[in-house]
């Protein structure tokens, strides 16, 4: 019989981890969900959408990266769409991007190319680039990818432009990394993932917080309105989260998901290089309006004491031979491990990710919090190295 004894420690370690393990089911269900549902609605037609195709003017900064441009820039030049330019800001001194621009200039007419001089102390060149190209721009809409960014579908533009409703301003796009079954790059495949599933659950939940400037739309009147980046024209970074966060409202913003709109990233020769690009977004993060940061951290909270309550309820109750106490710490972790591999899986599957997560779950679910430590460290550690106090 003492194996069907309950003690009051392991009552209360199950307590606590129900108590996670309901917090936990709410974000999957009604957070981590949206984006899968959203996809299935536009499917189905439930989603209003406009068949108007306005002219686009889609900008692209690039810091002397010539082969990423040749490899990543002529899927830009030949979307399906009836009338766009493409303006690229080449903020870097290599001869090699601008003789690649200039000789793609002569076969595409609806290139344009322009550069960046030298800014004034305390500028940030991706911001001064940023505006120097929509100054340039001509058209209305403007959309904003990276050189290192490519559309996975010539009909890139016309996803994006079929949410381009008279009451929407901005439009908020899905990017991540070209498939691969490399261990090191699915872990990154699933944080951008996962990050998708927060930025683009919480717009959908009509509160917007960020946006990434590798899938990104909006009006060039909201850049003139609220008089381009000038209210963190001190930071260094922050031209597409910090914007978004200051320009988006719950009636303004759209999300296209669809397989057509994404933007594959060509993965880094370096997992240095997607380390620091998370750290210069955990660096703005703490310039965001809104509680959406604080619900992401409560979620990742919440997330490691679950995973500590249960597996403390499973030792204690092993070390006390109370299997039937061992036995639902151990079930309350597949209660919640199926509905978050079904959610995760599905969304996955809906965005045109390849291969299924499922025991890489628990592996992320206690890899991504140490990632996120790593990451705010180093923005702090940029932070002292631009003299910036926050």
């Known amino acids: 019989m003492q194996a069907f004894t309950i003690c009051d420690t392991e009552l209360i370690l199950l307590a606590t981890a129900g108590f996670f393990f309901l917090v936990q089911i709410g974000y999957y269900l009604g957070l981590y969900s949206r984006i899968n549902r959203h996809v299935v609605a536009c499917k189905q037609g439930k989603i209003p959408h406009t068949q108007d195709l306005p002219p686009i003017s889609v900008i692209i900064c690039a810091h002397n990266e010539p082969e990423n441009l040749r490899l990543n820039l002529e899927p830009v030049l030949r979307q399906d769409y009836p009338d766009y330019e493409v303006i690229v800001i080449n903020d870097g001194n290599d001869d090699e991007s601008d003789d690649l621009l200039t000789r793609l200039q002569q076969q595409y007419p609806h290139l344009y190319h322009s550069y960046v001089p030298h800014s004034p102390h305390g500028t940030g060149h991706r911001k001064l680039a940023v505006t120097l190209g929509i100054k340039a721009s001509k058209h209305e809409w403007l959309v904003f990818t990276r050189p290192d960014s490519a559309p996975q ?4 533009l016309r996803m994006l432009a079929r949410n381009f409703t008279p009451g929407t301003q901005v439009v ?8 691969s079954r490399a261990k090191g790059r699915r872990m990154a495949t699933l944080c951008e993932l996962f990050s998708a599933m927060r930025y683009l659950g919480f717009a959908l ?13 909006y009006r060039k009147e909201l850049f003139y309105k609220n008089k381009g980046f000038s209210a963190y024209l001190n930071l260094p970074l922050g031209e597409d989260d910090l914007f978004v966060n200051q320009i988006a409202t719950p009636t303004n913003t759209r999300v296209e998901a669809a397989t057509e709109s994404i933007v594959r990233i060509m993965p880094a020769e370096q997992d240095k290089n997607w380390m620091d690009e998370k750290a210069e977004y955990a660096f703005t993060a703490r310039y965001y309006h809104g509680v959406q940061r604080y619900l992401n951290g409560l979620e990742t909270t919440t997330r490691l004491l679950f995973h500590a309550a249960w597996m403390a309820t499973c030792a204690v109750g092993v070390a006390h031979h109370h299997w039937l106490a061992a036995g639902l710490g151990l079930l309350l972790f597949l209660m919640r491990l199926v509905p978050q591999a079904l959610v995760v899986n599905r969304t996955a599957r809906n965005l045109g990710e390849q291969g299924r997560y499922g025991l890489m779950l628990p592996a992320f679910d206690l890899a991504q919090p140490l990632l996120s430590l790593r990451w705010k460290w180093r923005a702090r550690k940029f932070c002292k190295q631009t003299h ?3």
Do not use: C, E, F
């Not at 579908?153 to 890139?156: A, F, H, R, V, Y």
């Not at 908020?172 to 498939?179: D, I, K, V």
């Open 172 to 179: 908020l796009g899905y990017s991540n990394y070209t498939p």
């Open 388 to 390: 910036i106090v926050k």
């Open 153 to 156: 579908s010539n009909q890139w």
């Open 205 to 217: 939940g009509r509160h917007p917080y960020m946006g990434i400037g590798r899938n990104l739309a």
